[in-house]
């Protein structure tokens, strides 16, 4: 299971701090991903860290705003969002990969959680 936490109202340049704890799983050999879906739109590739952290991935509207980490002994992941925009606002899915590479492609990701939603306005 895979259940995603920490999404709110808040205002652009505001920050937020997305968790998603997992069981079920060896959790420390999998890689992580974020994914978001904003109303009206497709779903798309946010972030992802690969089973042993040194590999991280972003899509270009996240990098150097957002942050994906993992605590392997918490069996979470989570995405730290800096500086957020209105056009951030979706729902957020945090999903694990079926191997241990930080890829962006949904159907690496067989595995996901109930979404969480984040609204970026003033």
């Known amino acids: 299971q895979l259940q995603a936490s920490g999404g709110g109202l808040v205002q652009p340049g505001g920050s937020l701090r997305l968790s998603c704890v997992t069981s079920g799983f060896n959790f420390d050999y999998y890689a992580m991903g974020w994914f978001r879906q904003a109303p009206g739109k497709e779903r798309e590739f946010v972030a992802a860290?690969?089973?042993?952290?040194?590999?991280?991935n972003y899509a270009d509207f996240a990098k150097g705003r957002f942050t994906v980490s993992r605590n392997n002994a918490k069996d979470t992941v989570y995405l730290q969002m800096n500086s957020l925009k209105p056009e951030d606002t979706a729902v957020y899915y945090c999903?694990?990969?079926?191997?241990?590479?930080?890829?962006?492609?949904?159907?690496?990701?067989?595995?996901w959680g109930r979404g969480t939603l984040v609204t970026v306005s003033s």
């Open positions: 999903a694990q990969n079926r191997g241990g590479g930080a890829g962006s492609a949904s159907p690496q990701y067989p595995y």
């Open positions: 860290l690969s089973w042993d952290s040194p590999i991280t």
